[in-house]
């Protein structure tokens, strides 16, 4: 492990095909799970990512995802709460940046082939 | 890529963060991370790889995870349903096998670090 970068709240643990997942660990995992469980979450995450800068204000996902503002909202708060957003208020909108390593530590749970 | 395994039902598309994801491979990633997003379906995923030979049956599942029979065969059906294990019917017993390369399919959308 070379990588320095924060880890999101509910990362745990090895590969859960390499050694037997606890019960804690479970837990938390599965809360994270539940936070990207969900289409327009999804989307979210995939359409901060691409935006100019790798962040984006709700301002600018409204119009794509098709949803009301205080929907976008709603679902990005579920992310900041579940450590893969993370929320900076500049002027009036909030803008938002995925945590650096969030997505990737439950990646490296899921997965099952070695590096 | 070189692999030629079994994709899972859920799996999709190119990582989330490279790719703008679409309303409907947002639609069947969620269904699938839904199935995993459960305490105790992580859990048996994790124990299911790590028994003997790579599968199991109720019988070796019930006493690790503390559920009842039923609430274990339940969680295994959602786990099936989801493209994550096959079921094979042995003589009294199903056994449950991981289908390869569905955990990775799950982790490659997520993952946001080249290879």
Known sequence: MTTTLPVATGACCAPLVRAPLGAEDATRLAGTLRAIADPARLRLLSLVAAH???EACVCDLVEPLGLSQPTVSH???VLV???LLTREKRGV???FTLVPGALDSIASVLVTTGS
């Open 52 to 54: 100019e800068g790798g």
């Open 75 to 77: 679902h990005l708060k």
């Open 81 to 83: 709460d579940a450590g």
């Open 93 to 95: 909108w909030a803008y």
